[in-house]
């Protein structure tokens, strides 16, 4: 059974950091596009960041772009998203996903299958 599970969220205050994982079992991370997303109160669900090991590739939104990093960790089977210089804007609940489709480059929902269950983000300024 795939199951995707996140943790390392938390109150952080601007300008710190946090790292977040996404532990994967069922499955190894290294056969699968892993992707990044977030949900802030009362927007909707956002792609933050993914990586493809497959192909040697990550994507990162524009609103991250610079402070955010993603790595996988073959070893551990855990994907992690370090997050560096964290703003107010970044509250929200994070979620990881994974799917098999290797030509996946994007952190776009619709292509990803299995979900976590999120943890929560509370960048205070």
């Known amino acids: 059974e795939v199951r995707l599970m996140e943790s390392g969220g938390g109150l952080v205050q601007a300008g710190g950091s946090l790292r977040l994982s996404c532990a994967a079992s069922g499955f190894t991370v290294d056969d699968y596009v892993i992707g990044w997303f977030r949900q802030a109160p009362g927007k909707e669900r956002e792609g933050v960041a993914c990586?493809?090991?497959?192909?040697?590739?990550?994507f990162f939104a524009n609103s991250v772009l610079g402070r955010f990093t993603i790595e996988s960790d073959s070893a551990r089977n855990v994907v992690y998203l370090q997050m560096n210089r964290l703003r107010p804007e970044d509250t929200a609940v994070y979620y990881c996903?994974?799917?098999?489709?290797?030509?996946?480059?994007?952190?776009?929902?619709?292509?990803?299958?299995?979900w976590g269950q999120g943890t929560q983000v509370t960048v205070s300024s």
């Open positions: 990586i493809n090991r497959d192909a040697g590739r990550t």
């Open positions: 996903a994974a799917t098999r489709d290797s030509s996946t480059y994007y952190p776009i929902e619709l292509y990803y299958n299995y």
